[in-house]
Every structure is written in C-alpha cells, then in structure tokens.
C-alpha cells in the first residue's frame, strides 16, 4: 500500500468502483430483460442512489417500476435524473428517457405498448433469423402464429424485428405477461384496453359487461347483465379478434406460458377465430399449451425457433467487432446457438470481465432463471449430470442417486438436456448451463459428490484419466486419493505422448499434498520424480532442478530406489554435462547412488545410464 501511494490508490478504487457499477447495472438490465422486474428495481435502486446521474440506470429502473405498475415512482425517478442532469451540467436527459416518460405517461412501459412499423432498420444486429422473420411475415399476415423456442432463444428480438419493418398492420399492441401477475386476467385486460383506448367499442350488452367486467376502471358502460366463465371467453375472445380486423391492428402476447387458465382460455379461443396479425410467444416445453393453440384443426401456424448455427455465431461477432480473439467453435459449445447466452459472453467480453475460473453474475442469472422453471428433484437431477461431465446416463444417475433418473424427463422436456444422437445417453444443450449449475451447486454438495462419482468410476475399472479430475474437486475428503489419481493419470498421458496434460496433474498432485500436509511422503516424491520426466522429455531445462530437488528428498527420506530413480533420469539427458565436463552435482549423486542399498535391476539402469556420461569425461 505504501509503495502505491495515495493517488495511485484513489486511481486504483475509482476503477474498482467504476467496474462494480458496470456489473451491477448490467444484472439490473439482464434481470429486467427476463422478465424480472422487481428483482431489477431493487439491483438498479442502489445504483441510481449512489449515482443520480447515471442514465442507463435510471432509465432501466424506471422501466421495472413501471412494470411493477408504479407509475408515479417510475416517473419521479426520471424527474429526479433530470434535476439532477441539468445542475450538474446544464443538459437534458437523451430522448430514449423523454420517450419512456411518455410511454409511462400514456399507461405502461415496455409490458403494454403500441409498437409502429419503421421502414428503418432496428437497433442492435440482427443475424442468422433472416428465413424466420420472413416465415413469421407470412404466417401473421393469414392468421395466428405462435413462436416457440427456449428461454434466450431470440423469441422477443424475433418479434421486434418483425414489427419494425415486417409487419402486415402498422400499429401492434405489445402485451408482455408477467411472471406472477397481480391479478387474474391482467393480461386480457391490458389487451382489452388497448383496443379499447384505440377506438374498438364492445357490442352487445353480453359483451360491454365482458369488457366492463376486466376494466372496471374505465369508461366502459356495464349494462348490469350477468356474465358465466363461459361468457367471459367467449364474449372477450369475440371483441379481441373482431377488433384485431375491424381496426386493422395487430396484438402481440409474448411469455403465453405464464398465463392463468382463463386467460389461456380466452386465447385459445381467440385463435380459434383465426384473425391476422396475432402473434403469441411461449416455451417448448409448455406442451400443453401448444397442444390447445395448435391441436384439434385450430388455424394457428407453429413457428420453432431453433438455435443459431455455427455461421450465423460468426457473423454475430463480426457485427460486434470481430472475434477479438474469441472461438467461435468455443462459443458455440457454451452457449449451445442460444443468442442471449452469446449476447452476454461478448457483451462481458468486450468490457474485459469474462473470467476463466467462475461464470459472472449475469450468466449465472440467465442460468437461474431457467432452473426456476423445474422441480427440486429435476434440478437435483442436473446437479449430479453437471459433475459426471459432457455425457452422462440414467445409469450412472441412478448408482449415484438412486431413482432420480425418472425426473430426467423433466429437464429434457425443457430443453436443457438433449438425448445423444446414438440414444447411448444425454447431454447439455448448453455448456453454460453446465458450468452454471456446477457453479450454484453447494460446496458441500459438490465435494460430496465428486467424491462418488470418483469412487463409482474407479471401482468400474475405468482408467485414471477418467476419475482424476473427480477426486481432484474431492482432493479435501481424500488427499492422497486425489494424489494417486494424479500420479496415475500423469502416466497414462506420458504413454499417449500427452505430456502438457501430464505434467499439468503431476504438479496438481504435488499442489494437493503440500496443501494439506503431506509434502514429503514417498508418493509426494514420486510425483515430483514424474514432473523432472515430463520437463527433460519435454527439454525443459527445469528438469534439472526438479531431479536434483527430488533426488536429495528421497535421500534423505531414505527412499532409495526413488532415489535412484530420480538420479537415472538425470543422466538420462545431455543436459547434465557441459562440453563434456559433468555437472558435479550430478556426479555427486551418482556416487551416492552407486553406494545405496538398491536392487540389482535398479543398480543396473544406473550403471547403464550413468555409462554415457562417464564416456564424455
């Protein structure tokens, strides 16, 4: 701290801070983006306190507040941004505030609005979807269509695209479900009234008490009769679709999945009466709700969005700058094509906050948001697939927990887990998804569990390479299990001519012991022994300093057919001599060697490795 300074230390925490900022701001928007929004306000709300000038903030809390319903906190919040602009600096706030002020003003933000088709591009880049917007085009301009994908998948960006400048109408009311709405029917309702502020008028006294009955705050006369659950879905689903025509509007209801039944109800009959330009967005795995859109002759048309392919993720980082030393094989193995995982490795990888070691926050968030959607016993499930590896089976699922591969079938139906391609096992879609639920995993739970997983593959037989790293996440239950391992699968690299990889176990074998206090047992030097091979095969000059380090630890521990072992491969090098003259370090070792009480076979590689270097000398 000293040798810093004072300025360099300020230098050091404003940087700090400034990065804590990006992060949190960044979790804010990522919350908000899926649908969490008072998850969103809360992360923003101590960013915009510490910081009343920050735009982006407080655009993106007034938003969650206003999805949250509180309008007038929503707008004091862009009130206070802009008090607080104009004194520090004298400006206004960017237009994009202005613009959601007034969509606050006029009765939502982002979960109802009017979207009018552009004929300019969209903000953002757009790649890879090009055939599917074209196919979503022509569906919406006959009748319904519902668009099905995964969670990130590019559902919401799809539709956005379409309304700008693929839409049939030029006006879309945009209705976004929310995840736990606070009131049944609310999302009826905010299309009802949007249809209704847009000039649609109920006909009947049947309906205009349908419509009074979801928008008791509004103008709307209620003619006192009484209407039955089967009377709101149909009355409802009659003004919907017959407005949709009559207005030459288009609706939008994205998340379908998270409707209540009469809502759903509602919807499905609305399809049923086969307007234009209605659009609805919902999950894969919502199998029935697919099934009662688009089962039984209904004139809903399916579009499923499939995840980006190999192309299509280059040509995303290519509008975002080029690779920057990104893989592009990489990145598609970890995100599995999905955009918004994509989307957040280079959005973290631009800023310089992609870590190697653990997973940032906002991928862990997109991670979570997906696990929220199973039950206990299926994300137990993945919990034990996210520790066997890339592939893994019911077999092995059940020896580890038994009868917990029944629930398997959860998370395939997801689509966070995929059945191989030879139908031998399963796997993760998304390498992310992997590494993220091994990630939230407890350390308790995972140490436990690498343990026996470790143990299962070693008592099938299986070769050390396979268990290592087991038992190596497990090294705190069994440190010289971890050790052996290591030592093991080292060997087995050096055959298969793998000798980084070798050398990389040995030294985590080495790490292990020192670290929980076994620094100079007989495997603790064999393992050293193996490094010093692996470093003079590989004509590293280190090799040297390790043997001769090896060599005097086995000797003194008075292991000494180590000894000798360590002191052949020492002469086993042209590195010992120099022009002919031998190293007398080395030399002093060989005699001490010759001298030991060693077995014969061992005397004689000695004598047979050390003959070479006495011929030079």
Request: charged share 25%.
């Amino acid at each position: 701290v000293d040798a810093m300074g004072p300025v360099r230390l300020d230098r050091a925490r404003l940087d700090l801070e400034e990065q804590r900022a990006g992060a949190l701001r960044l979790l804010g928007e990522t919350e908000l983006a899926n649908g969490r929004a008072e998850r969103a306000a809360n992360t923003l709300r101590a960013l915009v306190d510490e910081d009343p000038h920050d735009e982006r903030a407080a655009t993106a809390l007034a938003d969650s507040l206003a999805q949250l319903g509180r309008r007038r906190d929503a707008l004091m919040v862009l009130a206070d941004l802009r008090h607080a602009l104009r004194s520090a600096t004298g400006i206004d706030p960017d237009p994009a505030v202005r613009d959601l002020e007034q969509r606050i003003l006029d009765g939502g933000s982002d979960v109802v609005r009017l979207a009018e088709r552009t004929e300019g591009p969209t903000a953002g880049p757009f790649v890879g979807r090009q055939p599917d917007l074209q196919a979503l085009a022509r569906a919406a301009a006959v009748g319904p269509c519902v668009v099905v994908g995964e969670p990130g998948i590019g559902k919401s960006t799809l539709v956005e695209e379409y309304l700008g400048r693929w839409a049939v109408v030029d006006t879309t009311i945009v209705v976004r479900v929310a995840d736990s709405p606070a009131r049944p029917l609310e999302a009826i309702a905010e299309v009802t009234a949007a249809l209704v502020a847009a000039g649609a008028e109920a006909t009947g006294p049947r309906q205009r008490s349908a419509v009074a009955r979801v928008l008791p705050s509004h103008e709307v006369d209620d003619v006192g009769v009484t209407v039955t659950r089967e009377d709101l879905i149909i009355e409802l689903s009659t003004f919907i679709a017959e407005s949709i025509v009559t207005l030459d509007i288009g609706v939008v209801i994205e998340d379908l999945h998270h409707l209540d039944s009469l809502s759903m109800a509602i919807v499905e009959e609305t399809v049923g009466r086969a307007p234009p330009a209605l659009v609805l967005t919902t999950r894969p795995h919502d199998g029935p709700v697919l099934d009662r859109l688009t089962g039984g002759g209904t004139p809903a048309s399916v579009l499923a969005l499939d995840p980006l392919a190999i192309d299509a993720i280059e040509a995303y980082l290519l509008s975002r700058g080029g690779r920057g030393g990104l893989d592009v094989t990489t990145m598609a193995r970890q995100t599995g094509g999905n955009p918004l995982y994509l989307r957040l490795l280079v959005d973290l990888h631009l800023e310089g906050a992609l870590q190697e070691e653990e997973l940032p926050a906002t991928i862990l968030l997109a991670v979570r948001e997906r696990l929220d959607a199973l039950s206990a016993r299926a994300i137990a499930v993945l919990r034990v697939a996210a520790l066997l590896g890339p592939g893994f089976s019911r077999q092995d699922i059940d020896r580890l927990r038994a009868g917990l591969s029944a629930d398997l079938d959860e998370a395939v139906r997801t689509g966070l887990v995929l059945e191989t391609t030879d139908g031998t096992g399963y796997e993760f879609l998304h390498g992310l998804v992997a590494e993220g639920v091994h990630q939230m995993t407890p350390v308790g739970t995972r140490v436990a569990l690498h343990d026996e997983i470790g143990r299962l593959l070693e008592d099938d037989g299986r070769p050390a390479i396979e268990y290592v790293d087991h038992f190596l996440a497990a090294a705190e239950v069994d440190p010289n299990r971890a050790a052996q391992s290591a030592l093991e699968a080292g060997r087995l690299l050096i055959s298969s001519h793998l000798l980084d990889v070798a050398l990389r176990y040995f030294e985590l074998g080495q790490e292990v012991l020192a670290r929980y206090g076994f620094g100079g047992t007989r495997l603790a030097l064999e393992l050293a022994i193996e490094r010093g091979r692996v470093e003079r095969i590989s004509a590293d000059i280190r090799h040297v300093d390790t043997l001769i380090a090896a060599a005097e630890s086995a000797d003194a521990a008075n292991e000494f057919e180590l000894f000798a072992q360590a002191v052949i491969e020492l002469c086993s090098h042209g590195g010992t001599t120099k022009a002919g003259t031998s190293d007398p370090t080395v030399l002093r070792l060989i005699d001490r060697a010759v001298d030991r009480p060693i077995g014969k076979e061992t005397k004689a590689e000695l004598l047979a490795a050390t003959s070479a270097l006495f011929a030079l000398t």
